[in-house]
């Protein structure tokens, strides 16, 4: 199994998002996948010109000369590709978006009906391929995530994709302080870790395993009361009126 992960976060593996990406794919390596992970904070990728290039006068290839001609031909390969974003204004973070719209050279401009629903057909056909999700998020609740998870489902739905699952962590800034400071939160990257092993061995992750990913670590109330304090104190220290 080859597993093609980005991580879109721009502090990359010092960020929350991190804090659950690396064990799930540490687990993935340890079922025996094949794992290569890129930052994207790293990569050069520009935004989608929408010119249409990719279908018309060069199929499958993009005119623009950047990092995506080096991602592509590992996105064609990749049995599982892993997209992993912190939530920016309820969607996917900056440079995640650019990698995103740089698939449309992946499927053919012609458009299909596939289980009722107008969609383009995917290219290459003969490699069928699973999607994860992996996200963190500053709110604590975990419907935060949805409009992720609709983009998510609407990516597969359109490309032929086989939507694996999510793997989501609400009220991340206080886990990571809790797990920096060896609280009792080490279940929830034990879970990051077991839900990669499935994935690799058995093609599916558990529900249970990854509700404890989104499990509870602390009540809202206290959490809102800690964040508002963090931010007093950051304002104060800066001279912020």
Same mark, same amino acid.
């Given at each position: ?21 690396? /064990? ?22 520009? /935004? ?11 199929? %499958? ?76 998020? %500053? ?20 490309? %032929? ?11 991340? /800034? ?28 058995? %093609? ?38």
């Amino acid at each position: 199994m080859k597993v093609l992960a980005f991580n879109s976060s721009p502090k990359m593996d010092k960020g929350n998002t991190a804090l659950i990406l690396n /064990p799930f794919l540490d687990g993935m390596q340890a079922a025996g996948a094949e794992v290569e992970l890129f930052y994207t904070s790293k990569l050069n990728i520009d /935004p989608c010109q929408g010119e249409l290039h990719c279908w018309l006068n060069s199929p %499958g290839e993009c005119f623009q000369q950047d990092d995506m001609q080096m991602i592509h031909p590992k996105l064609r390969e990749a049995d599982v590709l892993v997209f992993a974003t912190p939530v920016y204004v309820w969607g996917v973070s900056g440079q995640m978006k650019n990698l995103m719209d740089r698939l449309i050279p992946m499927v053919e401009p012609w458009v299909e009906l596939r289980d009722g629903h107008s969609v383009h057909p995917i290219r290459d056909a003969s490699r069928p391929k699973k999607i994860v999700l992996v996200s963190t998020c %500053g709110f604590w609740e975990l419907d935060n995530f949805e409009p992720l998870l609709v983009q998510m489902r609407m990516l597969c739905n359109t490309a %032929g994709f086989n939507f694996a699952g999510a793997l989501l962590r609400p009220a991340a /800034p206080i886990f990571s302080v809790m797990l920096a400071n060896e609280m009792d939160v080490t279940d929830v990257v034990s879970a990051a870790e077991k839900a990669g092993r499935e994935l690799a061995t058995s %093609g599916l992750m558990s529900d249970d395993v990854l509700k404890v990913i989104s499990r509870e670590v602390i009540e809202r109330d206290s959490y809102v009361s800690m964040m508002n304090s963090y931010f007093d104190r950051k304002l104060a220290r800066a001279g912020a009126k």
